[in-house]
């Protein structure tokens, strides 16, 4: 069943190809990628319409196995349809299944994309299900893999609870102390994007949190590069903005 499914999926994403969508994609991200030139919106309808269809009915390790082919490809829509075909699976998982997420995570995570999206709707959903493993996210800081580290603050970003503006996401309150440390940790990384990453979460946990954050940002903010910053403090309010960029 796995690869006829396979086959369908891949038929039709071809089907659907973008060739100026494809050129503008592969023009975007700074590392090389593999894409069709298929829109997301697109990807996500094509997703929905075989895990209604077939995936639905599928034993969990038949959906690792599947989810893991459609990794292995490196194609960008290949990894969007495999995450949402684990978002859409939570009945099946338990705790023990983060070993399965962090192998595909380490293994087939290799741009900012795939790896906010399956923070997002996988990772984030495992932590919010079970609290406990935000003490292994405190270890992927320390990882020699940049997307693992930039994991350990993306996973904090639920994408399901609310939108405040056009920012999507939320940060539990409850998890704010665990938000600052792993900031802290990753304060001094020297990769762009896992800066990026780690303003991001502040950013989000300042859409309900704000005083928190802002003080946590002015308490730190000698140290914090200015990329994470201003990531952190964009949606505060000009005056807190001005008073976190001034220069002591």
Partial sequence: MGDKLIKKIRSELKSQIDLSYRKGCENF????IICYGVRTPLVRKIAQKYFREEVRFLKKKELFVLCEEL?????NEEATIAIQFLSLSFDKFEKEDFKVFTQFLNKYINNWAKDDDFCTHVLAVMVGNYPELILELKKWTKSKNMWVRRASAVSF???DRMSVGKEVGYV??????DVFEVAKSLMKDKEDLVQKGYGWMLKVAANFHQRQVFDFVMENKK????TALRYAIEKMPKKL???AMRID
């Fill in 29 to 32: 991200f700074i590392e090389k």
């Fill in 157 to 159: 970003i639920s994408s």
């Fill in 241 to 243: 903005k001005v008073e």
């Fill in 223 to 226: 140290e914090m590069t200015r």
């Fill in 71 to 75: 990794f292995k490809s490196d194609y």
């Fill in 172 to 177: 539990a309150k409850d998890n704010l102390k």
